[in-house]
């Protein structure tokens, strides 16, 4: 067994574990941060595959904006002042089944496919290949993507101020 | 067993059911966001391993950045929406919001 692959298994294993605890704690605070060990573990995931500015802009994006942001959410929208914040569950039971069985036959069928897997190098460094994608091929992308982060700031502004 | 292809889509495919659960039973409306941010990023794996083991050059990467600014403004819009909400119904749990079907 290679070094990347316990690199790989470390980091799925925080991955997936920490992802459980989000959706079955009951403290939405500790959920929060068992959300940021999630987030650091998909980091790692894109690492592996050769994906460094992907894996730096989830890390500062993900973790420095929606983070925060859901944990700010957390504060205004319950009293605070009470120590331990409780969220309620509803039917887990045939919810556990059903992504059960889901889990399940999507799984086999990613196990049964051949996969046809090119051989290709690992990429030493994507940054100056995704900027000029993103400002030749992809620019119409690029710039409606920034409206759409425009409308989605004044939007929440608003909304958030009536 | 060398890590290929199909380690890193069960990861993604496990995130995702694990988003889907988080979902589909938490009442409170700030966890069902986490359960969305779960999912967007098993798909943002699935984007990434198949942008370095297909034959498709950078544009799993790419459309991975889209996505992440997709997340971003969806969560300022529906932690804003959320913010109305709890002013108007002093809670926030998504079973206990239905005036609309009185």
């Known amino acids: ?162 | 067993m060398e890590v290929t292809l199909t380690h890193f889509l069960i990861v993604s495919t496990i995130l995702f059911c694990l988003g889907i659960y988080g979902i589909v039973t938490r009442k409170n409306a700030v966890m069902v966001l986490m359960g969305i941010e779960l999912i967007l990023n098993a798909s943002n794996i699935n984007f990434v391993a198949f942008s370095r083991f297909g034959n498709f050059g950078l544009q799993g990467q790419l459309i991975a950045l889209f996505v992440i600014v997709l997340a971003a403004a969806e969560a300022a819009v529906a932690l804003a929406i959320v913010l109305n909400v709890y002013k108007t119904f002093v809670n926030v749990n998504v079973d206990e919001i239905d005036s609309l079907r009185d």
Do not use: C
């Open chain 1, 1 to 162: 067994m290679e070094i990347y692959d316990i690199i790989f298994y470390l980091f799925a294993a925080i991955t997936l574990l920490s992802a459980f605890f989000v959706v079955t704690s009951r403290n939405i605070v500790h959920a929060a941060f068992y959300l940021l060990f999630t987030f650091f573990g998909v980091t790692g995931i894109y690492v592996l595959l050769g994906a460094d500015f992907v894996a730096i802009v989830q890390l500062i994006v993900y973790v420095g904006g929606i983070l925060i942001l859901l944990i700010f959410g957390v504060m205004i929208t319950n009293k605070i002042t009470q120590v331990d914040i409780k969220t309620g569950t509803v039917h887990t039971l045939p919810a556990a089944i059903g992504v059960g069985l889901f889990t399940g036959i999507v799984g086999a069928v990613i196990l049964n496919t051949e996969w046809r897997i090119v051989d290709s190098p690992m990429p030493v460094a994507t940054l100056s290949t995704l900027g000029e994608m993103l400002l030749t091929e992809y620019v119409l992308i690029f710039e409606l993507l920034g409206i759409l982060l425009l409308v989605a700031l004044i939007g929440a502004a608003s909304m958030a101020r009536k």
